[in-house]
């Protein structure tokens, strides 16, 4: 793990309050997990950050060794690693998934409100 790769993986992670490690995009994933993950995301209802790890390759390497988990996709959720497809959609389906989503949405809007005043 490099020290420039592993900087950029915390920025990338307290920068946004939502973001999931993926591969390919939302509106392409490349691979049925990553997939999955994009739809029970997408009907949370609430604009979230992605990275392509096949577009980044130092990041697809390091980040399993950063978060302590092994495969993709990856979601954190203020700074914190919720977990990967399975955890994800079993999240969804017991309505656990989109409260979390949309709180921490709505805590970051209200800090960017904050920082504006």
């Not at 049925?32 to 995301?41: E, H, K, M």
């Not at 979230?48 to 302590?68: E, H, K, M």
């Amino acid at each position: 793990m490099t020290d420039a790769v592993v900087d950029n993986i915390k920025d990338q992670i307290e920068s946004n309050p939502i973001i999931l490690y993926m591969k390919g995009s939302p509106q392409a994933p490349q691979c049925g997990f990553s997939a999955q993950t994009i739809n029970c995301l997408v009907e949370c209802g609430e604009r979230f950050a992605y990275v392509d790890i096949l577009s980044n390759p130092d990041i697809r390497a390091t980040l399993p060794g950063y978060s302590n988990w092994p495969t993709f996709p990856q979601l954190f959720v203020e700074g914190e690693l919720v977990g990967g497809c399975d955890i994800i959609t079993e999240m969804f389906e017991a309505g656990e998934l989109k409260p979390l989503i949309k709180e921490a949405s709505a805590r970051a809007q209200a800090a960017e409100g904050d920082a504006e005043a």
